[in-house]
C-alpha cells in the first residue's frame, strides 16, 4: 500500500512545505502537520480491503502515514492496543460498569505509546537518509527512540532530567543510546539538543519539532475507529504533556471525517494535567491561546511533567473545538486511583494513566459528562515502569506455618 501523503503544512500560518525535504519548524518556528491527497485515496481505496489484506496495528493505516519506502517502514512488533472495560472501580469513580474503557497502550513495544511516533520519526528519518538522532525526554520516548532507531542503525542521542524514573534512564542506555543525564527539567534538555545541532549534525526529534511523530501518534484515533465500529467514544480523557496524541487524534478524526468514513459526533477531548503541572488547564480556564511556562513543576506522572509545549496552541484549539475542556488532579488522587484500579480490576495503569481516571472523577463530579456516557481513558504505558507500594508479608519456612491466615 502506498502513501497519499502530498505535502506539509505550517500549523499557524497555512504555508506549504515540501514533503520530500527534512523539516523541523516551519519558518514562522510552528510545528508543520502532513497533509494526504484524501481525494484520491477515497477513490482509489477500500478500507474494508485494508482490514483484509492487513494485520492489526497501526501499519494498517500507510495510505494514511508518510513512509513511502516499504524499506524505511521500521518495526518493532506493533499491536493493536486492547480496550478494557473498568469493571469495579468504574463504580467507585462515579461510573457506569462498561462505559468507562481503558485503551491500554503498554502493550506496544517498549512498554508505550511513545512507540508509535518514533516509530514514525524514526522510519522517516531512515528514509530520508539521516544518521544521527537526539531526543529530550522524560523517559518513554527516548526509550522508545532508542529501540527503534537501533532497529534502523540510526545514531541516537538522549538527554533527561536527572529525576527520570531510573527504569527508563536504564532502557533507553541499554537499547544502545548515548544517554545523559541534566540537571534540569525537560524543556531544558530540549535546549542542549537545539543549540547542538550546527555543531553536532544531529536531527531534532523533539515534539513536534518534527512533522511525523505526530503522524504515528494519530493512528490512536484510527483504531479507536476500527475498534469501536466507526463509532466514538462521548469524551476522551488524555494525559497531556507536550500533547501530541491529543492533537494527533483530532487531526485523524478530521480525517476520517473528510474521507466520508466516519459519520458519528466527535468526543469532547479532555486533557488531564497534573496539580504540579497544568499549564494547559490554566490557559483553558482563562481563555487563552498559547500556555505560559509553568514555573517548578513537579508531578509524579512524570510523562506528563512538560512546563511548555510548542504545540499548546494546537492543543487548546482542539479542546475547544471539541467542546471539551482541561482538567488537574493532584498526585495523591492519581497514586490513590492508581492503587485503587489496581486493587479492584487487576489493571495496573502508569500514573498518567491512572491520571485521566483521576480526570473521569473530577468530570462526574463537576457535571462535565454524565455516567451515561462512554469515556475513553488513555493508560499511555505500562504501570510496570513506575514505583509501586512494597509488599510486606513473609512466612519464614522454617516454623510451623499458620495456614489459618490465608482464608
Ligand atoms: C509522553 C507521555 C504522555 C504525554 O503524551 P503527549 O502526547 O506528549 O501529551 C503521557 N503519559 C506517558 C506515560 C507518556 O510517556
Known amino acids: 500500500m502506498k502513501s497519499y501523503i502530498s505535502h506539509l503544512e505550517c500549523s499557524k500560518t497555512g504555508d506549504i512545505y ?43 493505516y500507510q495510505a ?89 542503525n540510526l545514531k541516537a542521542t538522549v538527554f533527561c532530567p536527572d529525576d527520570t524514573p531510573t527504569v527508563n534512564v536504564q532502557e533507553i542506555q541499554l537499547q544502545g543510546a548515548d544517554t545523559f543525564l541534566v540537571n534540569g527539567l525537560i524543556n531544558d534538555c530540549g535546549k542542549i539538543v537545539f543549540e547542538g545541532k550546527e555543531k553536532t549534525g544531529w536531527f531534532d526529534v523533539s515534539t513536534l519539532k518534527e512533522p511525523y511523530r505526530i503522524e504515528g501518534k494519530k493512528t490512536m484515533g484510527f483504531e479507536l475507529a476500527e475498534q469501536m465500529n466507526w463509532e466514538l467514544p462521548d469524551a476522551i480523557f488524555y494525559p497531556t504533556g507536550g500533547g501530541t496524541g491529543l492533537i494527533g487524534m483530532w487531526k ?8 466520508g468514513w466516519l459519520k458519528c459526533k466527535l468526543p469532547k477531548m479532555i486533557a488531564v494535567q497534573s496539580t504540579g503541572c497544568a ?6 480556564n482563562e481563555g487563552l491561546s498559547h500556555a505560559p511556562l509553568w514555573e517548578n513543576a513537579s508531578t509524579v506522572a512524570s510523562g506528563i511533567r512538560v512546563p511548555a509545549a510548542i504545540g499548546d496552541f494546537l492543543i487548546l484549539e482542539a479542546i475547544r473545538e471539541s467542546n471539551g475542556c482541561a482538567l488537574a488532579v493532584d498526585d495523591e488522587h492519581i497514586i490513590n486511583t492508581r492503587n485503587l484500579v489496581s486493587q479492584e480490576d487487576g489493571l495496573l495503569l502508569c500514573p498518567e494513566g491512572a491520571a485521566t481516571a483521576a480526570g473521569y472523577q473530577l468530570a462526574i463530579e463537576k457535571n462535565i459528562i454524565s455516567p451515561d456516557e462512554t469515556a475513553m481513558l488513555f493508560n499511555c504505558a505500562t504501570g510496570l515502569k513506575y514505583p509501586m507500594p512494597p509488599a510486606t508479608k513473609s512466612i519464614d519456612k522454617n516454623t510451623p506455618i499458620d495456614y489459618q491466615q490465608f482464608l
Open 252 to 259: 485523524a478524526f478530521a480525517e476520517l471525517k473528510e474521507l
Open 18 to 60: 515540501s514533503a520530500s525535504e527534512v523539516h523541523n519548524l516551519s519558518k514562522d518556528g510552528m510545528p508543520l502537520l502532513a497533509r494526504y491527497d484524501l481525494a484520491k485515496l477515497k477513490a482509489e481505496q477500500d478500507k474494508d480491503s485494508w482490514y483484509e489484506k492487513s494485520a492489526p496495528g497501526f501499519w494498517r
Open 64 to 152: 494514511l502515514l508518510p513512509v513511502s519506502n516499504p524499506a524505511s517502514q521500521i518495526s518493532l512488533g506493533e499491536v493493536l492496543t486492547p480496550l478494557i472495560p473498568l469493571q469495579a472501580s468504574a463504580l467507585m469513580l462515579g461510573g457506569k460498569q462498561g462505559n468507562i474503557i481503558v485503551k491500554d497502550e503498554g502493550r506496544l513495544p517498549t512498554g508505550s505509546f511513545k512507540a508509535r511516533g518514533l516509530a514514525l520519526a524514526v522510519s522517516m528519518a531512515h528514509q530520508f537518509g539521516l544518521n544521527h538522532l537526539a531526543i529530550p525526554t522524560n523517559g518513554n520516548a527516548g526509550a522508545a527512540m532508542a529501540a527503534y532507531a537501533k532497529q534502523a
Open 279 to 284: 499549564p494547559i488547564v490554566n490557559a483553558f
